[in-house]
């Protein structure tokens, strides 16, 4: 069995993988270990996506939570940054979303927030891990009245909306807006938020049936949201993922603006009102070059971690930044949420469009974005780590990074949530570096597999 935890929480095939008796053990170890410290009874919010497994996997977990002797709050299905706001806002002793963000609907996943509304560090998944490998050894099940209970609300996406509006407070009247919900969480809680900014709202993809999530819609397939926003002559286009933590856009003319693009948008204008702590922004090695170029022009620092909106975060509390992200949409402003949000990210967004004057394409131009190319190699998921140990393909490695040195850049790296290694080439010319990332994939796949 390798780790659970990847770098967002626990994900697999729901009911294969993902078992209701692994979301039980979850429950247990999790609410053991997030709240062992307390003398009071501890209380878990637990919240979900759209997906059809996650009533059953929210139940599971809820059971592990109350068979410890926790409460556990369910408030349904809800954006992931709504529980790391509710989960704080509440005082509760943590938080769970029962998600598999992007993926498509037979995966799931469960990640833990703890009670200041922050994804785990490594060492609290590891602790958790440990006692599930190691049979619940140590921890106490109570009887009687000492087992946990269920609380049920269904006002908490509205707590939700009202907090989103009021952190950035502006008037969309006059704004036509595409927003692609990607049935998923995004469905409620966006377009009415939107809406109540005076905002002429065309919502698409909002009618999930628990089977559609992320299905050729959302943040990871635009094609018809860039169609759309220039059908409606809408002014711009918000795409949410299936947990809405995070955001991609596309402008007036169809072109898509991704999160390297709206976080050199938003820090600039940031930093003209004096709003970008220490004019830093704290972005991933997956970043555009064209967004390191752009921060050079600009008088800001840029800070770089590794892949993962985790490791953003733990940067960001480090250096007391207030805006960090992902070039996928994952986008933290600190000052108003603990975790990637997709409509604070929106918000923002319209915000400088909206005090500004400009048009989305306009206010892009602000970065050139180098071409890029990115390819995965389907590996085994147990083998994913160790591709440099394979001689050939370790060489192969270096010879593009050769070819590339002062021209570009070549990022290989595993993905924390599929059987992936992804390869990452960076240069000039689009036709050359999309042949050079494809000859790669292959060549490690086909040793690999």
Known sequence: MGRLFGTDGVRGVANDELTPLLAMQLGQAGAYVLTKENMHKPTIMVGCDTRI????????LMAGICSVGA??????VIPT???????RKYKVDAGVVISASHNPVEFNGIKFFDGD???????LEDEIESIIKGGMNGI???IGANVGKIKYRTDAREEYINHSIQSVKID???????VDCAEGAAYYTSVEALRELGGNIVAIHNMPDGTNINANCGSTHMEELKARVVYEKANIGLAFDGDADRLLAVDEQGNVVDGDQIMAIIGNHMKASGDLANDTIVVTVMSN???TLMAEKNGIHVEQTKVGDRYVLERMKEINASLGGEQSGHIIFLKENTTGDGLLSALHLLKVMVETGKTLSELASVMEVLPQALINAKVPNHKKEKYMEYPEIASAIQGLNDKFAGEGRVLIRPSGTEPFV??????????MIEDEAKQLAELIQNIML
């Open 117 to 123: 509304g922050y994804k785990l560090p490594d060492e």
């Open 71 to 76: 409460n556990a709050v369910y408030v349904g």
């Open 422 to 431: 992804r390869v990452m080439i960076e240069g000039k010319d689009q036709k």
């Open 53 to 60: 497994s996650g009533d059953m996997l929210a139940n599971a």
């Open 172 to 178: 969309l009247s006059g704004l036509k807006i595409v």
């Open 140 to 142: 106490k099940f109570p």
């Open 289 to 291: 070059l064209g967004f």
């Open 81 to 87: 940054p709504a529980v790391a706001y509710l989960t």
